[in-house]
């Protein structure tokens, strides 16, 4: 008998000093992923049914069950609200070796704080799987989002306040 698959879920939730378009566009830009989540290559049609597809490059090291992480995330844009939110379906991460993990779900909403130039942004990852590679990319990912979510954030807010300096220069 299979042993039977367990619902596996990531959820994390940060406020950015950035209006909720300019923190959904750091999804969608080539430059910006390259810029806070190292991606290296990304192809991605922003619109229902559309493709989002990024790379990083295989890491150095190898975890124990995982081997070398970087590889490819894939799937398919079921909804997307400009400024506000996006539903990806049927994603597969594809590691550098071994098989795929997939599929799952990738939800990201951007929700207008304060007067509207911050914004909350909460992001799940989730998927239905079992066995250890599924445990084990799960427990990454935890630490994973926190910290790419923090990288995001601090790099809007390098360019918030370069941004801030120049409006300032000008006047």
Known sequence: MAPKAVVLD???TLLIQAP???VMAAFFDPKDLAGWWQVVRAVIVARPLG??????A???FKDDV???LGGTFHGTIIDYRESAAFFMAEAYWQPPEGEPIGPMALEVHCRPHGDGRSTMLSVRQSGEG???RWARYFQIMGHGWEGALQEMKDYLDKEAERTRR???WQR
Do not use: F, K, N
């Not at 493709?51 to 990083?56: D, F, P, T």
């Open 51 to 56: 493709m989002y597809a990024i790379e990083w």
């Open 10 to 12: 990531v959820q994390r």
């Open 130 to 132: 079992d066995g250890p």
């Open 66 to 68: 995982l081997g070398h």
């Open 20 to 22: 909720p378009a300019r």
């Open 58 to 60: 295989s890491t150095p």
């Open 166 to 168: 120049y409006d300032e």
